[in-house]
Nanobody, 119 residues
Framework: VQLQASGGGLVQPGGSLRLSCAAS????????LGWYRQAPGKERELVAA???????NYADSVKGRFTISRDNAKNTVYLQMISLKPEDTAVYYC??????????????WGQGTQVTVSS
């Protein structure tokens, strides 16, 4: 299973970005999709996650500003980010808990996409 993330970039404070992450490979179903981020010198942290039933949860720091969604037909997860702040600057990683076609449940990570919020 491979996760391909895209959509990062440089944006001014108050701006918006939309991240996408598409999963491909030997996928039977995807239980949970999520976005994590890691800023320089800090540990990786959960930003938002969404279950197969489309129930989202968010880190307190992004509630009301970020929206996670998924397209099950495309095995894709999105993260719409608005009102971005400099403290949102980090490498963003997508994550998937996947039920593969060989009947295993495994956790997968994308390659990371840089989000920089700066004037």
């Amino acid at each position: 299973v491979q996760l391909q993330a895209s959509g990062g970039g440089l944006v001014q404070p108050g701006g918006s970005l939309r991240l996408s992450c598409a999963a491909s490979g030997s996928i039977f179903s995807i239980y949970r999709l999520g976005w994590y981020r890691q800023a320089p010198g800090k540990e990786r942290e959960l930003v938002a996650a969404i279950t197969s039933g489309s129930n989202p949860n968010y880190a307190d720091s992004v509630k009301g500003r970020f929206t996670i969604s998924r397209d099950n037909a495309k095995n894709t997860v999105y993260l719409q980010m608005i009102s971005l702040k400099p403290e949102d600057t980090a490498v963003y990683y997508c994550n998937a808990l996947v039920h593969t076609t060989d009947m295993r449940v495994s956790n997968y990570w994308g390659q990371g996409t840089q989000v920089t919020v700066s004037s």
